[in-house]
């Protein structure tokens, strides 16, 4: 299947040979050619018979690379060019058929020198995809960061156990990350604050074979209060940040401009960045916000938002939901009747945006113009901004790169008709977490590791650690732990009794994935789905199930006191497998301590 990464240029080239000759400037290719086998095998080399094509066997009914078990002689291949200094982000997807946990195909990238000698190579890894029309593909992901030019070689590759036959589609190799220099985020909320320090951040792409960090002259600069403009070195820098704490009382007061240069002797910058900060006089008094420790501050308390996903707000269901230990909840209908209905049950009530407003799900395609589609939304938030259970308004679902500038003008036109109100997106890629952070207040990241294409129960801490360093702890995190069944996807309804791994999380996986969020580092918890447990369970085991969830529910929300509390003290040290946090709580330390996998760990 042809397909365009995210980047927005389509993956084509040239035929690559593959044998591994000594390199030659015609072998030199900075994409990929054929990526989705529409053209047969070309490009790919000479294969042995195990390796075919199959019309009809790729994703969305297209063409794939196909192995079928037998005796490996040849393997696909194709040579393309690399630039030392900089990452590669390769993978594709792969389905394996029949279901067999062994045998799991290599799908790996080899970088060579001048020399042909081997400088790196990189295994790409299963990764889960929060796709619920998968079909069985799993995306295959590896990054690799070869240390010099100039070529690598793209294998794929089956072990001698594996058995069956294994399907490959819409293979990608792109450079990992975006300009030498991008955004500029600030650690404080609406980029605003009337007193303390406030930490500013810059997102580079440092190439640093090409650019050594100790040639590089990175800079901040601000304007003070007499107008004179102040240049001052980073706290941090490496090659894919700079950061900077600045006091408040040092900026102009109202509006001025933070801004940062990365500047080398001799020779033009090779990026700047800028960003509008405001110096207040006093605090904005906003209902929703948050404090330097990320906490959700309403109407000026701490609050620890602890809910789930519903279809819709209705008085029976929410004679069922208050049965729970919840403080909120997260419908994709949002209305004035509803937002009533959570007012007069005492909950907070997420608004869902995402059908009204231009992205990846938005309703109106088609039928009225993304600038329509906006001014719509505006009107409607407009109409409910003011009502006392609204608590945050949901804008992104699982986006792609490509929505990243439709939904920069939704975040600002959000923010400017509504004051009081934060933005809430919920991510399913770690990697696209820094390129969003100027887009969304607050982050949900929502791994559901079981029956997930192999995912591992570890994600639950992995992608909220990952999302926390990607906006340098400087943005609240509301997790999204997985509490419903893969298998209730329609496209995975006839694999339940055949995939094991399709079924709702035990209690201890349950319990485990929150805690796990909450090590690293999220103020506030909305598994989905409610509404899921609702529709697709019966009975007994139905009850049994709501019953598992509101127990674990309610052990966070007894811990409440410790949850809202200032951060602890740092741990260093721990043995693999294991996480924590700590929190101080009048004078004395807590800690939580997570074992992120499902063994024991000394």
Known sequence: MKICNELGFALSGIVC?????AYSAEFQNARLVNDGFENGL?????PSKEWSVAPGQGREKSSALVWRAGKTGSVPMQRLAIQGGMKYRFGAYVRVVPYNPKGLPKITLRCYDWQEKLRCEVVAMPSGDNDPNAEGWVRYEGIAAPPTDPYC???????????GCVYFDDFYYQIDGGKTVGEMISGSYRNEAASGKVRFAVALNVNTVRYPLSTLKPVFSFEGEDGKRFVIAPDSFSYDKALVSI????LKRGASRVEFSLGRSGAPALGTSSLEFRRLASPASRRVTFDEYNRTIVDGKPFFPLGMFIDKVTKEEMAVYRQGPFNCIHPYTVSKEG???????GLMCIGTLIFHAPGRHWRGRGRITPEKALANTLTFVDSLKNHPALLAWYTIDEDQLAYLSTQKKNHDEIWR??????IYAALDRPEHVRAFAGVFDVIGMDPYPIGNNRGGIETAFGWGSAANEAMYAMRPMWQIPQAYNWGWHSSRKNQIGKNPELRFPTREEFRSMMWQAIAAGANGLLPYGFFEIRRNMKGAERDATWKMVCEE??????RFHVLLSPPGPAIE??????????????????????NLTRRAVN
């Not at 070309?42 to 000479?46: D, E, K, L, P, V």
């Not at 008709?417 to 934060?422: F, Q």
């Not at 529910?553 to 007894?558: A, E, L, M, T, W």
Request: charged share 25%.
């Open 247 to 250: 006091e408040v009382a040092r």
């Open 417 to 422: 008709i509504d004051p009081d109100h934060p």
């Open 42 to 46: 070309a490009g790919w080399g000479s």
């Open 153 to 163: 070689d793209l294998l794929v590759e089956m072990p001698p156990e594996a058995k």
């Open 573 to 594: 040290g721990l043995p693999a497998g294991l996480a924590a946090r700590t929190w101080n709580v009048g004078g004395r330390t807590w800690v939580l301590v997570c």
């Open 339 to 345: 937002l009533d209905i959570c007012h007069d049950t």
């Open 17 to 21: 040979a593959l044998s591994l000759c």
């Open 553 to 558: 529910s309610q052990k966070v929300r007894d």
